[in-house]
């Protein structure tokens, strides 16, 4: 997302918290308060173009909050037009409740698109749990090759994540889509018996609910919100890794998508350098301490806070903001993935063969044990490793092996498809549960 598309650039922070002043001004006018006649004027001065940034930033930083300078600006091009109407310009309003409404919209804005993005990202690692769900390839425990998964179950657990985080991302940001209102103190004191009636107008002009209260210094909402953004970088940064190490040259078994200038180096011509992941893996490295900021943030003095919701203000938008950045990232890189079916054939082979040398032993084991089956497949993988020599090879001139297997059981219990049913099957189940759980509409 570049600065100026971002719903927190510095003209789109300015504009959302004059479309809080405007239907402000437009419930206080449904409620009666204020006359209706004044609305006109107040709209027409909250266009952030008449404003110059700059300086609105230099004088909220004497003010303490940006608020205070843009009420003056705006109430002084009100006057201009309509004396009256400049009288009624953030009637009621404190200037926190206008900020962290303000913040409402901006989050509504930008989780929506990274709700969406994700969708996109999960779909596609669902194409690649569907495509390979019966593509062989070596599982890996502690960085070394352990027994044979599909590259289909990995991307079902890629996509399994994503739909996770993006449900509870989605909960988050409805559970934060609440009006702030109260006043000084939270008790609407300067709107006498018509604060309710001017909420619930609020509300409904901005799309939001009324609060059960004001939440000024309650900031489970906002900090449960951090939470999920933050569980989304990890998860996004968990797909990086697994891409990245793939995608190393000795690997080889994926790669992210080309194009000129994509990955490039300025001094190694050969270089393809897996972008999307690194973005994806900076994300979940910064997250935890910007999500860290927000929770440190939660306890707050009484009724309105001194430095801990100041502490807020650049932070839940630059989570929102790496989050989007990685979530893209991770779309892109799936939906374009190249996956090299040979090479993870190529690998699932190195060392022998002797990878897959659980199979060996689930097949020994209802002859001779559990425990004599192991002793004998583990003396098999020494040999074939110290000859370098195939396991298959081994296990079948190898007596005690020979006395319980025939030649063609040994190849069969070495077979990675055979030894992948199980996995094939868990993503066939997977795949069918999350089209069950998006309805027909969704394919």
Not at 12 to 34: T, W, Y
Not at 314 to 319: D, K, N
Request: charged fraction near 20%; aromatic fraction near 2%; include cysteine.
């Amino acid at each position: 997302m570049t600065p100026d598309q971002s719903p927190f650039s510095p003209i789109r922070r300015v504009q959302a918290l004059l479309d809080v002043e405007v239907a402000l001004a437009e419930a206080l006018a449904d409620a009666g308060v204020i006359p209706p006649t004044s609305v006109m004027a107040i709209r027409a001065a909250a266009r952030a173009d008449r404003y110059d940034v700059s300086v609105l930033d230099a004088e909220a930083e004497q003010a303490g909050n940006p608020v205070i300078p843009l009420v003056r600006h705006l109430t002084r091009l009100v006057a201009a037009e309509d004396v009256a109407a400049a009288r009624h310009v953030h009637w009621g309003a404190t200037s926190q409740d206008i900020m962290d409404t303000a913040l409402v919209l901006q989050m509504r804005a930008a989780v929506g698109a990274i709700v969406a993005t994700l969708g996109r990202a999960a779909d596609a690692a669902a194409a690649l749990a569907d495509r390979h769900a019966a593509t062989p390839i070596a599982g890996r425990t502690w960085l070394q090759q352990a027994t044979p998964t599909t590259f289909g179950a990995k991307a079902a657990g890629w996509m399994q994540g994503l739909d996770r985080v993006r449900a509870r991302l989605a909960a988050a940001l409805d559970s934060a889509s609440d009006l702030q209102l109260g006043g000084a103190t939270g008790t609407l004191s300067s709107l006498g018996r018509e604060g309710p009636a001017v909420a619930t107008a609020l509300a409904a002009r901005l799309g939001l609910r009324v609060a059960d209260g004001p939440w000024h210094t309650e900031r489970s909402r906002v900090a449960d919100l951090a939470c999920a953004l933050g569980l989304c970088c990890g998860t996004l940064g968990k797909i990086g890794r697994d891409v990245s190490l793939l995608a190393q040259t000795e690997i080889g078994e994926v790669a992210e998508p080309s194009a000129p200038g994509r990955g490039g180096s300025s001094s190694m011509p050969h270089k393809r350098n897996p972008v999307a992941s690194a973005c994806a893996l900076a994300a979940a490295v910064r997250a935890p301490g910007l999500v860290a900021t927000m929770l440190a943030a939660m306890p707050q003095e009484h009724e309105r806070a001194l430095g801990g919701w100041q502490a807020e203000w650049e932070t839940l938008p630059a989570l929102a903001l790496l989050t989007a950045d990685a979530s893209t990232a991770i779309a892109v890189a799936l939906a374009s993935l190249e996956v090299d079916e040979d090479r993870m054939r190529v690998n699932l082979d190195a060392a022998f063969g002797v990878a897959r040398a659980e199979g060996l032993v689930a097949a020994l084991a209802p002859h001779v044990g559990r425990a004599e089956a192991a002793r004998l497949v583990e003396d098999a993988c020494r040999h074939a490793a110290t000859s370098g020599r195939r396991l298959q090879d081994v296990a079948a001139e190898d007596t005690s092996i020979r006395g319980q297997l025939a030649p063609d059981a040994i190849i069969t219990a070495l077979d990675p498809v055979a030894l992948t049913a199980s996995a094939r099957e868990l993503v066939r189940q997977a795949l069918h549960r999350r089209r069950d759980a998006r309805g027909p509409d969704h394919g």
